[in-house]
């Protein structure tokens, strides 16, 4: 079955820097969107970022744009979110996902449903 391992995550001071990985296996990604959502306490799971595994297509959440990057490595099998200028906000946990029958001629998708498979998440605390 689909494994997702995040990691990564950690304690980082506000404007500071951090790159969160998630391995992917159990199953052929090439058909692929990949997302990152977040969830801090006492707050709904929020859509992130994702990216269409054949050819790098990428959509962000408004409230990330400019700060947060979404990439991949094909060889590797392996997700990627950059994510600079953190705040206090920015903590929760993160959570990689995959959809992997995405249509591309599709919108990409941001609803947690579109998302078939989810790793355990890796905990982001920003501190001020």
């Known amino acids: 079955q689909v494994q997702l391992i995040e990691s990564g995550g950690g304690l980082v001071q506000a404007e500071g820097s951090l790159r969160l990985s998630c391995a992917a296996s159990?199953?052929?990604?090439?058909?692929?969107?990949m997302g990152w959502f977040r969830q801090a306490p006492g707050k709904e799971r929020e859509f992130i970022a994702t990216?269409?595994?054949?050819?790098?297509?990428?959509y962000y959440a408004d409230s990330i744009k400019g700060r947060f990057t979404i990439s991949k490595d094909n060889a590797k099998n392996t997700v990627y979110l950059q994510m600079n200028s953190l705040k206090p906000e920015d903590t929760a946990v993160y959570y990689c996902?995959?959809?992997?029958?995405?249509?591309?001629?599709?919108?990409?998708?941001?609803?947690?449903?579109?998302?078939?498979?989810w790793g355990q998440g890796t905990q982001v605390t920003v501190s001020s």
């Open positions: 996902a995959v959809a992997l029958y995405w249509s591309p001629h599709a919108p990409l998708p941001r609803r947690e449903v579109d998302y078939g498979s």
């Open positions: 159990g199953a052929t990604f090439s058909t692929a969107a």
């Open positions: 990216i269409w595994w054949n050819g790098g297509n990428t």
